[in-house]
């Protein structure tokens, strides 16, 4: 496999290194992309770097991840307005472990595997060097004006905040990485966003002044939403890889709502599907855009691959739930802590099983519950279609509410127009 042919038609290569593509295809080759743990989960701006690393093992080589447990504690400026907050060591080990073991899920790490995948942490070997060796042994190979030359390093010299000496030391920082992995595990190539396009070069002069070696690099774009904004935001914030931060459903609704020209972009980059698959993917929806083909299916595949089958075929009974078609058999598929994470945030009401044996009728039992304000208001919405109880309109003002109506013995769920749910337990 061709892994830079592969990720060009995915529109996944912005630079690269003269040789990289050709060094790829002659030998297995070690190569690693840097996690910035900032944070204890990541989130879809981090798919890329993900992604590139699944490929770059599919393709039969070795992926590195390195988690920046020591750059963390820096912060990179690359394109930043402003310096970032720093964070304590306790804090960055915690971030690690949980991004370790998200990454898991993705790579192969069986050792085994001549290309097992490995995780790294460059505090490693950061803790072990004085500021004096450095400063003498690596920093005397790079001059100043070849670090300012970098566009992210220009942009904040010019900016009102300025640049602290201990974020202008950052692409050392890193670039030593590239060396040190260089001479411990024989890497010869680093892959990142093109925002990491100069610090990811500064690595490659060290390898070459210092070790005499020959270095590779490429990089994936920035990915931006075609109006111009933000990927990877919505109006709670970050869409995070942990399901704890963001629900599966809300993860598969991301993707499920992109735009048309969005998702013909997003289904190359996030999916693993083939050329063939996508492109008749693509001409099916152009077909028919109203049945949104394309948006489905990436949201199926990126869901799946972060999170599961189950969960995306829970996601699915979720929409179907909060936008009104699902059926009885859909909410008795459910558990009952499946129903209650699906319906977070809506009212609930508590009744006895004695209430439920005793049988009263809809009407008596929407008002006694509060659910409607009084048995004239509840009795008028049923009449005019405007109640539904499990997933089913309730057509009869008389009808017994009583343990056949119950989801699993335990939960009714009742709609109040489109939007307005209210489940009631029994307890």
Not at 100 to 116: T, W
Not at 345 to 351: A, N, Y
Not at 394 to 403: C, F, G, K, R, T
Request: aromatic share 10%.
């Amino acid at each position: 496999m061709n892994l830079i042919k592969e990720l060009r038609w995915r529109g996944m290569v912005q630079d690269i290194k003269p040789g990289t593509e050709e060094q790829l295809q002659k030998e297995m080759a070690t190569g690693y992309i840097g996690f910035d743990p900032t944070a204890d989960s990541l989130h879809v701006g981090n798919l890329v770097p993900i992604m590139l690393l699944v490929h770059f093992q599919k393709a039969g080589h070795k992926p590195l991840a390195l988690v920046g447990g020591a750059t963390g504690m820096v912060g990179d400026p690359s394109f930043k307005a402003e310096e970032r907050k720093m964070l304590d060591e306790e804090t960055l080990q915690h971030n690690q472990r949980c991004i370790k073991a998200q990454l898991e899920r993705f790579l192969d790490f069986n050792p085994s595997r001549v290309n097992a995948a490995e995780m790294v942490n460059n505090f490693d070997w950061f803790k072990g060097i004085s500021f004096l060796n450095f400063i003498r042994d690596v920093g005397k190979h790079i001059t100043v004006n070849y670090m300012m030359a970098k566009d992210s390093v220009k942009k904040r010299l010019e900016g009102d905040s300025g640049m602290s000496f201990t974020e202008f030391s950052y692409q050392m920082i890193q670039g030593y990485d590239f060396l040190h992995l260089y001479n411990a595990k024989n890497c010869k190539v680093q892959m990142g966003g093109s925002d990491q396009w100069g610090n990811i070069v500064t690595g490659t002069e060290l390898v070459r002044r210092i070790a005499g070696g020959e270095a590779y690099a490429f990089t994936c774009p920035l990915i931006k939403k075609a109006d111009g904004t933000k990927f990877g935001k919505s109006e709670k914030g970050n869409i995070w890889l942990d399901p704890k931060k963001t629900s599966p459903y809300e993860f598969y609704q991301f993707w499920l709502n992109a735009s048309d020209e969005d998702a013909e972009s997003y289904i190359r980059i996030f999916t693993f599907l083939e050329e063939p698959v996508i492109n008749a993917l693509i001409e099916e929806h152009r077909q028919d855009p109203g049945r949104r083909t394309l948006q489905k299916r990436l949201a199926k595949e990126v869901t799946s691959f972060i999170h599961g089958e189950n969960e995306y075929e829970f996601a699915i009974k979720t929409s179907e739930i909060l936008f009104g078609n699902a059926s009885v058999e859909t909410l008795k598929s459910l558990t009952e802590e499946q129903l209650l994470q699906v319906m977070a945030g809506v009212p609930q009401f508590e009744v006895s099983a004695a209430d439920i044996a005793a049988g009263k009728d809809v009407v008596t039992f929407l008002a006694e519950t509060g659910i409607f304000p009084s048995k004239g208001e509840a009795r008028k919405t049923i009449q005019s279609n405007g109640v539904s109880m499990n997933g089913s309109k309730v057509a009869a003002i008389d009808l017994p509410i009583n343990n056949e109506v119950l989801i699993n013995g335990k939960t009714i769920l009742f709609q109040k127009g489109k939007k307005n749910y209210f489940l009631v337990r029994v307890v």
